[in-house]
């Protein structure tokens, strides 16, 4: 039997313009910028992580910046439609007004019996806001989110980890054996061609929503999600995902070492590219608490290059010194 998810770890996604990117997720979202590298498999490619206060799994959305021109994504089937984080009911209405204040188009709904905020950032990412309970641990006694004292965002009104997300494929059916079969999620609700399903771990993150869609398959580049990740409580556990992957027909990758975390890779039958990733070191595996993203940081086997990689890196400011943490 497979192991079961304690729900989403983190949720990549592909910017254009790296300074613009950080000052929204920052400066708008109230989001810590928590880890400040590249991507390791493109060290030419800045890699942003954004989170809460100390960047706990389940609160992260990160970013791999492509600059130039040619880079743009086409949404379609076989990609993450929407991100969502929660918030706490009461903060609906600050919300709104704050998006609003910041010339974002924010259009309100009701779903399931909560109500939703969903917009855009600048790259054309989409986005929700989700009324819902502030659970201040998960099933499993971890936080679930930690405020940040520097966020220009009010502590009480501070986004709290993950929703859910919305996936969208041209055929629900085999998406949803994943999670079902190999992920351990339920059918929860169905509702106007929306399907949700939820962990029974109950963790940050713990809702998937399925759509259908009827527009071609996606293009991957700027604006859109590159792949959502799960989380995997142990390198041993891990190992049965592996194994829990290729039996229901899937090619797992071998596990890739993200300093942060471990990882496998496996693109389910829809087209969305699924990541398990375990639940350490964690962060702080290379700068302390209180610096966490204030500095370029690297992996062990590319700072010989430092240099290098630094001279090929687009131009980046940091996020506005009032509100970097720092």
Not at 109 to 133: N, P
Not at 164 to 170: E, G, L, P, Q, W
């Amino acid at each position: 039997m497979s192991p079961q998810t304690l729900g989403l770890h983190h949720v990549t996604a592909i910017a254009g313009d790296p300074q613009r990117n950080a000052e929204f997720y920052v400066e708008t979202l109230g989001l810590r910028f928590v880890k400040r590298t590249v991507n390791h498999d493109d060290p030419g490619t800045y890699h942003f992580y954004f989170g809460d206060g100390v960047g706990t799994l389940g609160t992260n959305i990160t970013f791999f910046p492509w600059t130039g021109t040619g880079h743009e994504g086409r949404f379609g089937a076989g990609q993450t439609k929407t991100t969502a984080y929660r918030v706490p009911a009461d903060s609906v209405d600050y919300w709104q007004d704050r998006l609003e204040s910041a010339a974002i188009d924010v259009t309100r709904d009701e779903r399931f019996g909560e109500t939703a905020l969903r917009f855009a950032d600048h790259d054309g990412i989409e986005l929700e806001l989700v009324a819902a309970d502030d659970e201040s641990t998960t099933d499993d006694g971890t936080a679930a989110a930690t405020p940040w004292d520097e966020s220009p965002v009010p502590s009480e009104h501070q986004l709290r980890g993950f929703h859910s997300v919305t996936v969208a494929v041209a055929d629900v059916g085999p998406t949803a054996a994943v999670l079902t079969d190999v992920l351990g999620y339920d059918l929860e609700a169905e509702a106007d061609g929306r399907y949700r399903y939820r962990s029974a771990t109950g963790g940050s993150g713990s809702i998937v929503d399925l759509i259908e869609t009827d527009v071609g398959q996606g293009h991957m580049g700027v604006g859109t999600v590159h792949h959502i990740a799960f989380t995997a409580r142990s390198v041993e556990e891990q190992e049965r995902w592996r194994e829990a992957f290729a039996d229901h027909g899937l090619r797992p990758s071998r596990v890739i070492d993200r300093k942060y975390f471990r990882s496998i890779y496996t693109r389910e039958p829809g087209g969305i590219l699924f990541e398990m990733a375990t639940t350490g070191p964690g962060f702080t595996a290379d700068e302390a608490p209180e610096e966490l993203g204030s500095s370029l940081v690297l992996p062990d086997e590319l700072e010989a290059d430092r240099e290098q990689i630094e001279a090929q890196l687009p131009p980046f400011d940091g996020p506005n010194a009032d509100s970097s943490g720092n």
